[in-house]
């Protein structure tokens, strides 16, 4: 049985969501209950995956993770947040690219071992910033497969929607893979160099190259 532990924000969305549970197989509400436990299986699968490829997750990167799966399948979907709120669209897209970018980053650097100066910090931000693009690329590219084969409505306005969607991932692709060049130059974007530097300290061994320095 899976042990449910966790930063507080992890703990409350659980907890909530197992309420949403009980009460909707009390009073016969199979989607949201449907809904619900996929989004509290979702929630766990971060951790998990991060201790399968041995690396360790800060508690603020589990917790910005768990609080988007929330956001996008259970008040985007159940609370139709999507409908309610022109922007939460928007703004999930935005975090999202911005996150994974700044992920890519961690995750290239890692790939260098952690030497500064096995690429230069422009060429790391680049391809950080194009993995998120790209994913959010391929995000459009399911969408638009599951309006055309199953009839959804994921695009909303269609083309308008994607580019829209599009033009945002950029803006959040381009800020999170600034956050990186930052960081190497010594310098921040908001709290993410704070974050970069957590998740390096925690995963030090994958880092070899800069630990040897730091030792």
Known sequence: MARFKGPIPVLVIRAFLIVEIVTGLVTGQWIPVFVALSTLGLTLLPDRFARFFGITLPGSILSAIVIFIFATLFLGEVADFYVRFWWWDVALHFFSALSIAAMAFLMIFMLFEG????????????????????????????????????????QKSGLDDTMTDLMIDTLGAALGALSGYLFLKGRQLGGLGAVMAEFIALNRRLYRKLRDRAE
């Open 115 to 154: 030497d500064r100066y096995a690429a230069p910090p422009w060429a790391l931000a680049v391809l950080s910033g194009a993995v998120a693009l790209a994913i959010g690329t391929l995000w459009e590219i399911f969408e638009y497969g599951m309006d055309q084969i199953f009839g959804m409505n994921m």
